[in-house]
Every structure is written in C-alpha cells, then in structure tokens.
C-alpha cells in the first residue's frame, strides 16, 4: 500500500501475517529501510510486497525497530540475515533482544520463542539522527510502552512522517511498561506536530488534526 511516493505498508494484518504489527518500508532515492519486522512467519510475502514496490532486497540498508514486542521484532532475525541488513534499536529494549528474553518481549504471549539477533546501533539519546542515502530520519526515545520505545521522524512528499507503534499501549507490568512514562511520551508524539502517523495496529492517520486527535484520545 502507498503511503507516500517513498513510504509504503508491506507487512501487518492484510498484508503478511495477522498476527503481525505494521510493517513499514522506507525507499530514498534507492536507499531502502524496514520499520519493524513482524513476527516472522511469511518473510517470503514480505519480500513479494517489496519487490512489488520496486525495492530489492540488496537495497534494504537498515531495519529499524520501534520497540522489542515480538509482533514487531520475531522476523528481525531472518531479515538480518536475508538482506543483511544493520539494525536498529533503542538500548533499553536491544538487551532484552540480544539475551532473548521471552517474557519482556513479549514472545510468550504468542507462545513463541524470541531468535536472537545481534542489534548493530543502539540508540541511547533522547533523540539520534540516522542517514539512509542523504536523507535523514530523526529516532525519538518514546518509552512507556516499553522502556526503549521509539518514533521514528521524517519528511516525504513534503510531509513530516512519523513511525509510531504502538501509540494506544498495551501497558503490562511484564513487559516493563510505565504509565507515567507513557503519558508523558505521548505528549512529546503529539508536539511532533506530524502530518502523517504510521501506527503499529491502527494504520495510517492524515493530517495534523487526526493525528493528533488520535494520540490524544489515549490520554483520556
């Protein structure tokens, strides 16, 4: 699905698995990345999906994760090691990937075991630029969710974009959740002032007034 003439949705419900969060595909000028990597279970639909938006799987530079919930990380392994690609993701959550631990990530929850991966560039600021060609996409730390929850920020077809999965929560002690943490990160989603939000499981919200009534509905 296009999003944009450079974005589009390759994985989620509909698209790959139904057991998958969204998963997101950046082409710049022929610099690709992947936001968030399901759960792995139909990498072969995947790939067809991209191919389909004429990216190809030498192009895929980068797999950014927006958080260690296996819905968006169980496919980060086979990915890493079909496109070799690096990956990224905030420190506070890589731990939890690198040791494979099944109950923070939430990979139990699925009956599942989580494949451990290696995480190339862990973010560890409030906010980090990352290049993909000679574009830029800016990760903001968003924790709550989980403690290394992240946003993902950037311009296309003149539209500030940002990757935010998932905005409504859950929160769980399991997962290391923290309701304080969160309110306040969802504040900081609504400053972005965005006009384009691609959601983990809520799909795509237009224009700066959706996206800010729907990040907003969850501070209620």
């Known amino acids: 699905m296009e999003i944009t003439s450079e974005i589009f949705q390759i994985g989620g419900s509909g698209f790959t698995s139904s057991e998958d969060a969204a ?7 022929g610099h690709a990345a992947i936001v968030d990597a399901g759960c792995g279970h139909h990498m072969d639909i995947l790939e067809k999906n991209m191919r389909l938006c004429n990216v190809q799987p030498k192009q895929i530079e980068t797999l950014l994760i927006t958080h260690c919930h296996f819905d968006h990380t ?11 690609c690096s990956i990224v993701a905030h420190s506070q959550d890589a731990e939890f ?3 494979g631990d099944d109950t923070v990530t939430a990979a139990s929850w699925y009956g599942e075991r989580i494949q451990l991966f290696r995480v190339d560039r862990k973010l560890v600021g409030s906010h980090e630029e990352i290049r993909l060609g000679d574009r830029k996409i800016t990760a903001i730390h968003i924790p709550g969710h989980s403690p290394g929850s992240v946003a993902y920020v950037t311009e296309s077809d003149g539209m500030k974009v940002v990757f935010a999965q998932d905005v409504h929560g859950s929160l769980d002690p399991s997962l290391l959740s923290n309701r304080k943490d969160y309110l306040a990160s969802l504040e900081k989603l609504i400053s972005i002032k ?3 939000l691609c959601e983990g499981h809520y799909g795509i919200y237009r224009g700066k007034r959706d996206v800010e009534q729907f990040i907003r509905s969850f501070l209620m």
């Open 23 to 29: 998963i997101y595909l950046i082409n710049f000028n």
């Open 74 to 84: 169980g496919g980060a392994a086979a990915l890493q090691e079909k496109f070799n």
């Open 97 to 99: 990937l690198e040791k």
């Open 194 to 196: 965005a006009d384009l």
